[in-house]
Structures are given as C-alpha cells and as structure tokens.
C-alpha cells in the first residue's frame, strides 16, 4: 500500500503550531521520528511512503539530512517526496548528494500518481529508478518518463 | 576599580579586531568593564552583536557587578541602536549610561531583523519566519536576487543561529541588515551578523579533532576543520552540512563569510573582497562570531 504523510501537519504538532517551516535539527529529528512512527503503526504493510512537503516553507539542510536522509538510510519502505519546491530542492539535494543517496521526487499534476524524479547522487538516483522498475512499483510510461504503479 | 573598554567610532568587524584586544586586556584582572560607547558614530549588525557578546562574556567572567556601558551620545546614533533593537538586549547585560530615546524597535526598515536573541531551536524558527515576511522584497527588488534565493537566504540564517544552539553552550544573538556598502563595493548589501560569547569552535570540537590535527590544533585548525572540511563535533554522518550550505549558497550568490573564534578568523572572500582568508593569535575573544554579506547582484568589481 501507499501511506501518504502530510509533513505541514506532522510540524504542526511537533512546533508550536504557527510555524511552517522546517528548521533546526530537534524539529527534523521529531518530525522524522512522527513519521516513523506512522509508517511502524500502519495497519497494512507499507511498500511506499508518499511524503508530502505541500504547505512546508523552508527547509533547511539540518531538517534535510534529519528527515529525508536518515528515513531514505533506514529502508523500511519505498520513499517518495511530494509537494517539493525548487526551494526545497536546493536543500535536500546537496544532503543527498553529500551521502551518496537518492530519493524519489514525484510531480503530481491534478490528482493520481504523478511523474517521478530521482534526486542526489547521480550513481544511487539510477540505481534507485532501476530497482524500482524491476520490482514493479513504478513503470517507465510511453512518454519515457516514470510513474508509480500503485496509487 | 573599573576598567576602561573603548568601542571604536566605526564598530564593525574590521575595528573588532582593536575592540577585542581593548576587552582582553581590561578583563585580564577581573575588575568591572565600561564598554564606552560615547563617541561610536556608527556600528554595523556585527558591532552591534559583537558589543552584547563581550557584555556576555564580561558578566560569565563572574564580575559581581553588571559591566557598564556608555550609550552613544549623538542622537541618529541612538536612535538607530535603538531601533536596531540592540538597547532591548544589552539592558539585561550591562548597566547602561545615557539618555535612550522612546522609538520601538524597527517594523519596516533596513532592519530586516532587530537585534533578536538565540537561545533555543524554537527561536530559530521566529527567527526564520520574521526573515521570510521581511527579507523577500529587499533580496528580490534591491538586490536582484532571484526569489528563489529567499529560500536560501533563510536556510543560511537558519543554519547561522543553530550553531549558536547547538555549539555555544549559551545564548547569543543575530541582527540581519540591508544597507548601501559605499566604502567597499558602491552598491547594497543584505548582512547576516551572529555572535555568541560561548566555547568556541576550538572547544566544540576539540574531543573529536585534536588528535587528527596534533600540533597544529588551535582556534584556527578548528575554524578551517569546521567551514573548509564541514566537520562537526558530532559522529553521524549527517554533521557539518549548515556551513557547508552556507558556503554553497554564498558561492552561488558572491557572497562571504568570515568566522571569529577565540584567537583566528576564517573567511571565504568573494573576488570583489580583499579580506584576509585566515589569521591566528588575534586577541582571545570568546565565542564565535560570524559574519556573511550578500551584495546586489550584478557586477562586483570593488
């Protein structure tokens, strides 16, 4: 199954709640252990995480390697980033690039699952979009882009 | 008896350099400080911050006494101190000499961000929400900056105020300013200054790195550890990414850094700078103080 997290209301309780932005290694850590915590208490077995940025101003490098480096390290399920801004971008690239790792970015025009997008590391971001083929959670579309299976 | 700390007529962090070395030796016996502010006819958001930090470190010097601090006494001078926020947080440091005019800290002004002190993750976050609303307008329309640059701008103050919360082992204290830098470049600037009068860089990463440096470990083989090779005090792999993305937005922008700790400073300079990239044995001031300047973009022959 797809679990989608919403990461604006994760922050939300996790700060004060009039914050959107995604700052400081204490809010990554608690926010990624929220969404841990989500994915571990899941009733079915999460094959991919729909992790969505929509609503999150700013990120910042320590929120990217806190979040979004260390759930792509842990493995428990296929990652996928939604809702990601060019601002969003410029600080989770980098953070991936610098471990070696890559993460899906999907691009969702108007509802169903959208185009995705490997981001980081050239070498891991391949790797990534290959494996997920093989395994048939994602399909390379007649357009030549690539997409998730399941919805 | 009290000892005498000249703050210099123009306090930014050129003149540091002749403010430290005035606090070094006038704190050495541990007799109460009077910063003199009288004749300061102008001080950048580094001075400003820079003048809190050696308040903070005269008062954890164990002075039973408030150090004293003489306010500037002409009054453009004031009144922008004043509105820069800076009387708000000196007050609880030193006891302070002169007549303060009644002006709220600046709303809409260069000031992008007042005086504001940093103590915990929360207050990075208003930090950063504060600097959204006010910061977009400048970067975009005043300094041709791409708005995609807003965002990185944040990230940069971002990762400036958390070194206070996660290595100073105190508070400290972040001004953010756009002003006109005729002396250097003719052209405007936005200026990130964050000090701290806390351990140091030297002290932060000292249980980590000094056996990899041996001898050359100091202030300055810190300073280089942390900004150059994006070392960190801490073991996960993850550590030393705030400098770094620092340093790769600033390379994007043409944009500096300079880091002050303990006895060095470090600095990434731009071409259109001729600042020094590294010293050692400066005065001992204590803490870090960093200082990053984004110029308008366009041509920056100086």
């Keep these: 199954m797809i679990q989608h997290i919403d990461v604006h209301a994760v922050l939300q309780e996790s700060v004060s709640g009039v914050y959107a932005d995604l700052v400081t290694r204490p809010t990554g ?52 980033l939604s809702g990601i801004s060019d601002g969003h971008r410029e600080a989770i690239e980098p953070v991936l690039a610098g471990h070696g790792l890559a993460a899906l970015i999907e691009r969702r025009d108007g509802g169903g699952a959208g185009e995705l997008e490997a981001l980081g590391a050239p070498e891991a971001a391949a790797a990534l979009l290959q494996d997920l083929v093989a395994r048939r959670l994602a399909v390379r579309t007649s357009a030549g882009t690539i997409a998730l299976t399941l919805a | 008896m009290t000892r005498l700390v000249d703050v210099p007529a123009q306090f930014d962090d050129r003149s540091f350099e002749q403010f430290a070395g005035a606090y070094v030796a006038a704190a050495r016996d541990g007799e109460r400080l009077l910063f003199d502010a009288h004749a300061t006819e102008w001080a950048s958001p580094y ?34 101190w004043t509105r820069a926020g800076f009387f708000r947080e000196a007050a609880e440091l030193f006891e302070i000499h002169g007549k303060l005019p009644r002006v709220k800290p600046a709303e809409q002004s260069d000031v992008l961000l007042p005086v504001t002190p940093v103590r915990a993750a929360e207050d990075v976050h208003a930090v950063v929400s504060n600097i959204q609303q006010r910061s977009s307008a400048i970067l975009a329309s005043e300094l041709a900056l791409d708005p995609k640059a807003t965002m990185g701008f944040a990230m940069a103050l971002s990762e400036a105020c958390q070194n206070i919360v996660e290595h100073a ?15 250097k470049l003719a052209r405007r600037v936005v200026v990130i200054a964050v000090a701290d009068a806390g351990v140091g860089f030297r002290h932060s990463l000292e249980p980590t790195q000094s056996k990899r440096f041996g001898t050359r470990w100091g202030d300055a083989a810190a300073l280089e550890a942390a900004l150059v090779q994006g070392i960190s005090r801490f073991r996960d792999p993850g550590r030393g990414q705030g400098l770094a993305g620092i340093r790769r937005y600033l390379a994007r922008w043409d944009g500096k850094i300079a880091i002050r700790s303990g006895t060095a400073r470090i600095a990434i300079v731009p071409k259109w700078d001729d600042d020094v990239p590294l010293q050692d044995g400066l005065p001992a001031f204590p803490g870090a103080q960093v200082l990053i300047i984004i110029p308008e973009q366009g041509s920056t022959t100086p």
């Design chain 1, 29 to 80: 850590r608690v926010v990624r252990e929220r969404i841990e915590r989500a994915m571990a208490t899941a009733q079915d077995a999460v094959t991919v995480a729909r992790i969505d940025f929509t609503g999150v101003g700013c990120i910042d490098y320590s929120c990217a390697d806190e979040i979004v480096a260390k759930l792509l390290r842990d493995r428990r399920a296929v990652v996928v």
């Design chain 2, 169 to 183: 082992g105190t508070g400290g204290w972040v001004a953010v300013q756009a002003y006109h830098w005729r002396r």
């Design chain 2, 47 to 80: 001075g400003l911050v820079g003048l809190l930090a050696a308040g903070q470190a005269a008062r954890a010097a164990g002075s039973p006494e408030r150090p004293l601090l003489t306010a500037p006494t002409h009054a453009d001078v004031l009144t922008y």
